[in-house]
Every structure is written in structure tokens, then in C-alpha cells.
């Protein structure tokens, strides 16, 4: 089955700076990727998400990489603010749909630090 | 408005008690979603219905049971026979099972003493 890795488990960075969070997965089938925000006692929301037929997709101050060859893609977060402060879990899908199909990394604490 | 709603946010018990977690959605979604989290740890898929009067086991459905007689109820049954049942329980819904996005409630944290 799909295995999906997320570093760094916790990452501080300074109010302002670009924040980036790195997944690896090894299903070479897997082809939809979504990026979920959890804030505290609240369930995850879904930021941005990218499909194997593009390398990169970006929304305002987020943007998503893919490398397919490499089995790796990235959530970057620029110009970060207090309230991007939250766990972020990556995710890998075989199926381009469905929560069923999802595999999840393990989250990263985000914290941005004013 | 709407959305999906887990309740109770927070839920004691004892040990050997079967327990049911609450999960509503107004959204019209066709399948909906149980998950697990434990601190340091992603979310498991437990269980999951595409349409109503049907649901399939999902990775750790051990201990755990559910039901899906209307479309807009999906309630979760932690059984006595669930080892290690203290967790944050997810409850998600999507349009159906081939759509991308899919929206989560605010979770239960249930807790075994």
C-alpha cells in the first residue's frame, strides 16, 4: 500500500519568513495530492491540492510542487502570518478522489513565531 | 448553514462500555467518512459508506462499528472490544466517492477511563 513520509515534524519560523513542508510517497500510481490545515480542536481543512499532470499550483501566499520522478511534493507558505500557525498533513490518493483513498503523513506542527 | 457536525466534543467512558459517536451532515454528500488521530500520528481511515444502507471497513475497523440508514447520519460505535479506544474520532463527507475535497467536522475526543 501507499506510504506516505512528512518532515519536519515541527518547524518555527520567524513572522514574515517562507515556511516549506516536504512529503515523499511511494505508490509511483498515486496521482492527487491535497494539503490539509489543522487548527487546535478543530478538524483539518483542506488548503490546496495539485494532480500529477502539473508540477506546481499556487494560491495566493501557498503554493504545491510535485515531482513525479522523485515521488516527492512540497507545501510552501510565503510571507507567513500568526494565523498560519497549525498542523499540516500532506496526502497521497491512487484513486484521484475520495477520503477512502487517502494516505496520510503524519502532520507538522507549524509554528510562526512573532 | 452548512456543514458537518460531530457531537459530543467531548466524550468520557469506561472501560468495557460500548460508545456512539454522533456525526450529521447537511451538505447532501453521498459518502461520508470516519477517521482516527492519535497525537504524532495522521489520520486512519476506520470506516466508510458511499451510499446510504452500505459502508466498508477501512484500515483499522477493528472494534468499531457503524451504521448508514439515512443519508445524513453516519454514526460511529466504539466497541468494548476496540483495545486502545482514546482518540481524536474525524468525521468527513465528500460529494461522493470520486470527489477531490473533502470537508471534516470538528472532531470528538473521546476519552477511556
Known amino acids: 500500500g501507499e506510504n506516505v513520509e512528512q518532515h519536519p515534524s515541527t518547524l518555527s519560523v520567524q513572522e514574515g519568513d517562507s515556511a516549506v513542508i516536504k512529503c515523499t510517497y511511494s505508490d509511483s500510481a498515486s496521482n492527487y495530492f491535497p494539503w490539509y490545515k489543522q487548527e487546535l480542536g478543530k478538524g483539518p481543512q483542506l488548503i490546496i491540492d495539485i494532480r500529477s499532470n502539473v508540477g506546481e499550483k499556487k494560491d495566493q501566499r501557498i503554493a504545491v510542487t510535485l515531482n513525479k520522478t522523485a515521488k516527492h511534493f512540497s507545501l510552501h507558505i510565503t510571507e507567513t502570518q500568526p494565523e498560519d500557525s497549525a498542523v499540516y498533513f500532506c496526502?497521497?490518493?491512487?484513486?484521484?478522489?475520495?477520503?477512502?483513498?487517502?494516505?496520510f503523513g503524519k502532520g507538522t506542527h507549524l509554528i510562526i513565531q512573532p | 448553514d452548512g456543514g458537518i457536525t460531530q457531537s459530543p466534543k467531548y466524550l468520557f467512558r469506561k472501560e468495557g462500555q460500548n460508545v456512539t459517536l454522533s456525526c450529521e451532515q447537511n451538505?447532501?454528500?453521498?459518502?461520508m467518512y470516519w477517521y482516527r488521530q492519535d497525537p504524532g500520528q495522521g489520520l486512519r481511515l476506520i470506516y466508510y459508506s458511499q451510499i446510504v444502507n452500505d459502508f466498508q471497513k477501512g484500515d483499522i475497523a477493528e472494534g468499531y462499528s457503524v451504521s448508514r440508514e439515512k443519508k445524513e447520519s453516519f454514526p460511529l460505535t466504539v466497541t468494548s472490544a476496540q483495545k486502545n479506544p482514546t482518540a481524536f474520532y474525524l468525521c468527513?463527507?465528500?460529494?461522493?466517492?470520486?470527489?477531490?475535497?473533502?470537508?471534516f467536522g470538528q472532531g470528538t475526543r473521546l476519552t477511556v477511563v
Open positions: 451538505l447532501n454528500h453521498d459518502a
Open positions: 496526502a497521497a490518493s491512487r484513486t484521484g478522489g475520495g477520503a477512502d483513498g487517502l494516505t
Open positions: 468527513a463527507s465528500s460529494k461522493n466517492r470520486g470527489s477531490t475535497e473533502a470537508f
